[in-house]
């Protein structure tokens, strides 16, 4: 954790937002941006009947393990949407603030399982049991990694939790992030008509 003494330029730190697949990262991204921090996004994803609202996406991320990081400075006082698979190979060089979302498993797996069908894809190639201890790997890698690096702070979301109570979490986020954000306008944007893949 960074120290309060210490703390960088909020113009110089880089907002993650991160978690496992349909956890709820792109709602996540557009709060944000309706609260005032511009997203690093290159528009190439576009919204679909998954993501209506969009994805919020920058391709390049997806080349990190391969050590694209030229991008990190573009970032600097932006938020960005990075999976949780690829968060370890965030370089040292930078400082961040993860806010990471958590969503009840048997929800994540069936938002795959319907996205994999809209797109014309086998939903049982992997199997659930196979694609949940992926996942809780990818969050134990994160966990990990996170724990180590002086340069990281991290706040967790439960997606579930913040739709039955948005402006708890809106304060929580508004709070690890310096206080200066439009809370109106995140709180706008929670949309409980996307909640669809309910835990029973």
Request: net charge negative; proline share 8%; hydrophobic share 35%.
């Amino acid at each position: 954790m960074t120290s309060a003494v210490n703390q960088p330029e909020p113009s110089k730190t880089i907002v993650v937002v991160s978690g496992l697949p349909r956890s709820g990262t792109s709602m996540m991204m557009k709060m944000l941006e309706a609260g005032g921090i511009p997203p690093l996004t290159d528009n190439l994803r576009t919204a679909d009947e998954d993501n209506p609202k969009g994805y919020y996406e920058f391709e390049r991320v997806k080349q990190l393990p391969k050590g694209d990081t030229a991008w990190l400075p573009e970032a600097q006082g932006k938020v960005v949407k990075v999976i949780a698979a690829l968060v370890p190979h965030l370089p040292s060089a930078y400082a961040y603030r993860v806010i990471f979302m958590q969503r009840a498993m048997p929800e994540i797996l069936a938002s795959q399982r319907q996205m994999l069908i809209r797109r014309g894809e086998d939903p049982d190639k992997g199997g659930d049991e196979l694609m949940a201890k992926l996942f809780e790997k990818h969050v134990q890698q994160v966990n990990h990694w996170i724990s180590q690096q002086p340069n990281v702070e991290r706040i967790d979301v439960d997606y579930n939790e913040m739709l039955e109570n948005p402006q708890l979490f809106i304060e929580r986020i508004n709070s690890f992030l310096g206080g200066q954000l439009n809370t109106e306008g995140m709180a706008q944007v929670v949309d409980p008509s996307l909640y669809r893949q309910r835990k029973e």
